[in-house]
């Protein structure tokens, strides 16, 4: 049995501050009742922040699930799970409640999952914190932060922390926050300290950010590695970029370094790299070189012609120029691979339940992302949902098809939620805690506000005949 002090202590006031005095007989200027209206703003938005938090943390109290064997428990309409979204020693908390409540807040499920760990994490295991949250002496989003960097830590350790950290934790450092959150674990947890440090070569990684890249063409790259790894790269990339400058490329040395990491890449690429067996020295395979897919897009209906043409790369939907597409179509070794068109309004339906490939390709590229409400795990990683079951009588075809992400289709299948097609693109979501609308411009929280007929958020009405999804 869990059980927490959410604290009787008085939130700010919502009423402004009376304005400093001002010099004796010299009048209020316009800047300072600006001021004392902006302090009088932030008190409010404070109060707010601090009630919001103790009503999540109460609301978490109201759906826990019992550890052990009955922590997945079948529900009216389906099996719901305790989420562990604390560290050791707090409650799990159900998972479809979890769901409903991030629609609510307008979050994704895994921003939800974490925004309810945060808070579970600090009522549950850093109760000093909390006070002091409470009591408006530490801002909610540096103790949620706190919250987010011990939830990894045995229960010791984080109370280990909280005695540490919630005096001070106003006008503390990132830096020593951290510090403490390492000497915790190797304190109360040597064996975990140690893991940790033999398994840090599993973290490495290469991440190159396609899902913003834009007009411009360029995108970022981040990248963890071993030490000798990241040495070598660090010479190889200096002594390229060296050498452009020394060829006469005028652009900066960031802009060669780029350049010259891009050269690296395409001299491993532009090689059509044989497989060889080792036992009869024979070629019984060759990895072909560099392979970059495009999607052009044409439009003729306003008489443009193929000049007009905008390229978009098929992974990540953005626009590329024209001029672009042609220098990368110039350099050696590339190859072109033409696709027939695809209607995305089609409707041509297949008798079996599993999906074809045309057919996928069709939903993934008129439904960017997951169609749950505030969802936006992309469709390429997402399920593929018969919105009316196939059991049913429901088609498999694009009209009935729609992307959820792994929870959301668990949600949905258990009955708790139910999702309408009012038209391609166009989904009408009921959840316990009200309506909401999501189609290619966002979602829209239909549900009215307590006392009125109006909805939390009116919702534009789409014409079909709009672009909103090539």
């Given amino acids: 049995m869990f059980s927490m002090d959410l604290g009787t202590a008085p939130l700010f006031g919502l009423s402004a501050p009376v304005a400093d005095e001002a010099v004796e007989g010299a009048p209020v200027t316009r ?34 699930v019992a550890e052990g064997a009955e922590a997945s428990t079948i529900t009216e309409r389906g099996l719901d799970t305790g989420l562990p979204v604390a560290g050791p020693g707090a409650p799990l908390i159900s998972d479809f409640a979890v769901m409903e409540l991030s629609a609510l807040l307008g979050r994704s499920l895994d921003s939800g999952r974490a925004y309810v760990g945060q808070v579970v994490e600090l009522a549950y295991r850093l109760p ?4 002091r949250v409470l009591d408006g002496r ?38 020593q926050i951290d510090r403490l959150v390492e000497e915790a674990l190797v304190r109360y947890d040597p064996q975990a300290a140690e893991e940790k440090r033999t398994e840090a070569q599993e973290t490495r990684h290469v991440d190159i950010d396609l899902d913003r890249v834009g007009f411009d063409g360029t995108a970022e790259v981040t990248a963890t590695l071993d ?44 090689l059509d790299l044989q497989i060889v067996d080792p036992d009869t ?39 590329i120029s024209p ?18 068109v695809i209607d995305l309004n089609g409707h041509q339906p297949v008798d079996s339940y599993e999906i074809p490939d045309r057919i996928r390709r069709q939903v993934t590229l008129a439904d960017h992302h997951c169609t749950y409400p505030y969802c936006t795990r992309p469709a390429e990683r997402c399920d593929l949902d018969h919105n009316a079951p196939h059991a049913q009588g429901g088609p498999t075809c694009r009209c009935n098809l729609n ?27 009921t959840l316990p805690s009200g309506l909401y609308l999501v189609d290619p411009t966002g979602t829209y929280d239909l549900t009215p506000r307590p006392g009125t007929t109006q909805p939390s958020q ?13």
């Fill in 31 to 64: 800047s300072q009742e600006l001021l004392t209206a902006i302090r009088g703003r932030r008190a409010a938005i404070a109060d707010h922040e601090i009630g919001l938090l103790r009503e999540i943390a109460e609301w978490a109290g109201e759906h826990v």
């Fill in 128 to 131: 000093k914190t909390w006070d």
């Fill in 138 to 175: 530490v801002p909610v989003w540096k103790a949620l932060r706190i919250a987010e960097s011990t939830r990894t830590l045995p229960a010791d350790a984080a109370a280990f922390v909280d005695r540490q950290l919630a005096p001070i934790a106003r006008g503390v450092s990132w830096a």
């Fill in 227 to 270: 030490i000798a790894d990241a040495l070598d790269l660090e010479a190889a990339v200096a002594r390229r970029a060296n050498l452009l400058g020394q060829l006469g490329c005028e652009d900066s040395l960031d802009v060669r370094r780029a350049t010259a990491l891009g050269e690296i890449a395409r001299h491993d690429l532009a």
């Fill in 281 to 319: 020295g024979e070629i019984t395979r060759t990895v072909p070189g560099r392979r970059v897919e495009l999607i052009v897009h044409l439009n003729d209906t306003g008489g443009h012609t193929a000049d007009g043409a905008v390229g978009r790369f098929a992974n990540t939907r953005t626009p």
């Fill in 323 to 340: 001029e672009q597409v042609k220098e990368w179509m110039g350099t050696p070794g590339t190859s072109v691979l033409v696709r027939p």
């Fill in 403 to 429: 992307p959820k992400c792994r929870g959301h289709h668990r949600y949905k299948t258990s009955g708790l939620a139910t999702c309408r097609v009012l038209s391609p693109g166009t989904y009408l979501w």
């Fill in 458 to 470: 009116p919702s534009e009405p789409v014409d079909p005949a709009d672009p909103l999804d090539e």
